[in-house]
């Protein structure tokens, strides 16, 4: 699916995105939409793939063991995925990442197929060597770091 990042359009969204007034709206209207949108779509579509790669993140609950779904932007490495927990810039960390550390066995849709994968929160050390890769595909990682002031997890998922 071609993408709208290097269109006058694409700008703009990426603009707004990355701003303090987005971070607190956005969360209450991008990820209902994208559930939406994959559901009816039988995992085909999200709306945020329009401006970056997409996938749906399924990961039971730390607490409760709910299967819970997040969208999310990522980066496709073959048969893994790296995911970033920024939470729109917002000073704490999105509870899909405490999940993911407390239940590494997870599930994913991307682009109307669906895996069964391992998650693997990177360290400092493989996070600043994929970091690059990661703001090529959404440059306001570095506004989210710099707003929230806080380290930002980054995630690669590989397949079982």
């Known amino acids: 699916m071609p993408t709208l990042r290097n269109t006058a359009i694409g700008r703009g969204v990426e603009k707004v995105a990355g701003s303090a007034r987005f971070a607190k709206i956005g969360p209450k209207i991008v990820p209902k939409v994208d559930r939406l949108l994959f559901k009816l779509s039988r995992g085909r579509l999200l709306m945020s793939a329009g401006m970056v790669p997409s996938l749906m993140l399924n990961v039971r609950g730390a607490k409760t063991g709910q299967l819970r779904q997040t969208p999310l932007a990522t980066v496709p490495l073959g048969d893994a995925w790296l995911i970033v927990g920024s939470n729109f810039g917002r000073e704490k960390h999105p509870l899909w990442t405490s999940n993911l550390m407390a239940n590494p ?39 989210y770091v710099e707003r929230s002031q806080r380290d930002l997890r980054v995630f690669r998922l590989e397949r079982r």
């Open 105 to 143: 066995d997870a599930a994913i849709g991307f682009k109307g197929k669906f895996y069964d994968v391992q998650a693997h929160l990177l360290d400092e050390q493989q996070k600043a060597a994929v970091w690059p890769e990661l703001i090529k595909v959404w440059p306001n990682y570095d506004v």
